[in-house]
Nanobody, 116 residues
Framework: QVQLVESGGGLVQPGGSLRLSCAASGSIFFSWYTMGWYRQAPGKQREVVATITSGGGVNYATTVKGRFTISRDNAKNTVYLQMNSLKPEDTAVYYC?????????WGQGTQVTVSS
């Protein structure tokens, strides 16, 4: 079992920045996992935002490419999402995921609201 706890969400003005963190516990194999960030806006389906593999390969949704950066610190069992140039349409609950050979764990989510 893997437990994931997100933090760093909040209210920010358009154009601002936030950094989300996701701390993993319960597994000594954190570095093996593909870690990801998903989001779900009100009335919309959950969508992938960014992923990072055990080898450091990254992928981004086209809507966030160039603005968001995913990274991981295996020594701290933590994955981050740096979000810059935030837009109102980035408003959503952001979820952290850990995926190992199709076994997927989810965090409880953290709210990000972009509004003036």
């Amino acid at each position: 079992q893997v437990q994931l706890v997100e933090s760093g969400g909040g209210l920010v003005q358009p154009g601002g920045s936030l950094r989300l963190s996701c701390a993993a516990s319960g597994s000594i194999f954190f570095s093996w996992y593909t870690m990801g960030w998903y989001r779900q806006a009100p009335g919309k389906q959950r969508e992938v935002v960014a992923t990072i593999t055990s080898g450091g390969g990254v992928n981004y949704a086209t809507t966030v490419k160039g603005r968001f950066t995913i990274s991981r610190d295996n020594a701290k069992n933590t994955v981050y999402l740096q979000m810059n140039s935030l837009k109102p349409e980035d408003t959503a609950v952001y979820y952290c995921t850990a995926n190992l050979r199709g076994e997927v764990y989810w965090g409880q989510g953290t709210q990000v609201t972009v509004s003036s």
